[in-house]
């Protein structure tokens, strides 16, 4: 044989090779093709929003979580640096010492509008883990609480007394209590430093 005829026996052998290879026509591949086509045409735009509701929502958590961080490292901040505690406890000491004198009214201005972060992010708790959650909400209460018992006309202005007092600062070192939990929760959770 020459080369001539070994050249065209091995050109021979890759066509048939090669039609073996080749996949069979269907008359259903233009209906395949087209399924496929319109199951991830259709499916893209729901994977997409998905990924972008779950993006969103962390970024609502996050911010919920560092607000609601901030509003309450301030009102610690502001109790702390008034001294409201050591005035109560001060105000205790006197009336224990004093029981037949007249109980010291305990009298702070507050205003009517409070708490804007914890009111804006009410929906956005939600977000959260639900032990910080009830925490959270069990700090606000607590506080307007307090608040209500020293503004004008509440309870350790106009009918102070001894009990009323060490009520009032049972509640108050829990509230602070409960704070700093949650300032050390989403500090931890939320990796702040």
């Given at each position: ?55 969103l ?10 607000q ?15 001294n ?29 509008d ?9 929906t ?53 209590a ?7 929760e ?8």
């Open positions: 044989m020459t080369d001539i005829e070994n050249l065209q026996i091995a050109f021979e052998t890759i066509r048939e090779v090669k039609k073996l290879l080749e996949p069979l026509p269907s008359s259903n591949t233009p209906v395949i093709a087209a399924l496929v086509g319109a199951a991830v045409g259709g499916l893209t735009p729901i994977i997409v929003n998905a990924f972008n509701e779950g993006r929502r962390n970024n609502n958590r996050n911010a919920t979580a560092h609601i961080y901030s509003e309450i490292s301030a009102i610690l901040t502001v109790i702390n640096q008034r409201y505690i050591e005035s109560i406890k001060d105000i205790i000491s006197y009336i224990q010492s004093n029981p037949s004198s007249a109980p010291h009214p305990f009298q702070v201005q507050v205003p009517n409070l708490f804007h972060i914890y009111k804006a992010n009410l956005n708790l939600a977000l959260l883990d639900p032990k910080l959650q009830s925490e959270i909400v069990v700090f606000y209460h607590y506080l307007m609480g307090l608040l209500e018992d020293i503004k004008p006309g509440g309870m350790l202005n106009t009918q102070p007394t001894l009990n009323g007092y060490n009520e009032f600062l049972q509640i108050a070192l829990k509230t602070i409960i704070g700093e939990k949650i300032q050390r989403i500090s931890f959770e939320f990796d702040l430093a």
